[in-house]
T-cell receptor, first 114, second 112 residues
Framework: DADVTQTPRNRITKTGKRIMLECSQTKGHDRMYWYRQDPGLGLRLIYYSFDVKDINKGEISDGYSVSRQAQAKFSLSLESAIPNQTALYFC?????????????FGPGTRLTVL | QKEVEQNSGPLSVPEGAIASLNCTYSDRVSQSFFWYRQYSGKSPELIMSIYSNGDKEDGRFTAQLNKASQYVSLLIRDSQPSDSATYLCAGGLTGGGNKLTFGTGTQLKVEL
């Protein structure tokens, strides 16, 4: 079984709809991240969480919110989706105890907003 | 200046040749450096990490770090068609506590 899973893997939705992307991990890592990837722009950090009570904005948090329900679960919500949020979304994890900054990625969610 | 910069490519090399991928970084990046491989539509997969000046070898892959010149490179020896992918360079942000910043990636094509 994959260490980091994301659901759904693909989603098509309409402008104005609320969408939730979910991430779960069995790696036992305390740190979790949400990125979006757009062609030519690389990976950009949306939100990150260093433990259940810690939530931080990344470089492009506008239009997004997150919830860290447990150490193993980190959800990303689009309250009112818009077309320019069409992108590939990745969840990642890292381990504080590893102290190497290494991040491990989930398989991604391809989101299309019409 | 972007924190991590890469040439987008594509970089084309013949099968069996050495592929050389380069990355430069700004003063905001200083702790640790990573090379990820990403196939189209798939997630980034860690290839190499490097933290100290010099070379680090792992199989066909060698990462090189030069902190004085602020560049990091990845050499792929005996390139195979399966190496065709986009390679992302990433660095740890100074004082960023496990946050990474990524380059936009270099597309590598290994031709038969």
């Amino acid at each position: 079984d994959a260490d980091v899973t994301q659901t759904p893997r693909n989603r098509i939705t309409k402008t104005g709809k609320r969408i939730m992307l979910e991430c779960s991990q069995t790696k036992g890592h305390d740190r979790m991240y949400w990125y979006r990837q757009d062609p030519g722009l690389g990976l950009r950090l949306i939100y990150y969480s260093f433990d259940v009570k810690d939530i931080n904005k990344g470089e492009i948090s506008d239009g997004y919110s997150v919830s860290r329900q447990a150490q193993a679960k980190f959800s990303l919500s689009l309250e009112s989706a818009i077309p320019n949020q069409t992108a590939l979304y990745f969840c990642a994890t890292s381990d504080l105890l590893e102290s190497t900054d290494t991040q491990y990625f989930g398989p991604g969610t391809r989101l299309t907003v019409l | 200046q972007k924190e991590v910069e890469q040439n987008s490519g594509p970089l084309s090399v013949p099968e069996g040749a050495i592929a050389s991928l380069n990355c430069t970084y700004s003063d905001r990046v200083s702790q640790s450096f990573f090379w990820y491989r990403q196939y189209s539509g798939k997630s980034p997969e860690l290839i190499m990490s490097i933290y100290s000046n010099g070379d680090k070898e792992d199989g066909r892959f060698t990462a090189q770090l030069n902190k004085a010149s602020q560049y990091v490179s990845l050499l792929i020896r005996d390139s195979q068609p399966s190496d065709s992918a986009t390679y992302l360079c990433a660095g740890g942000l100074t004082g960023g506590g496990n946050k990474l910043t990524f380059g936009t990636g270099t597309q590598l094509k290994v031709e038969l």
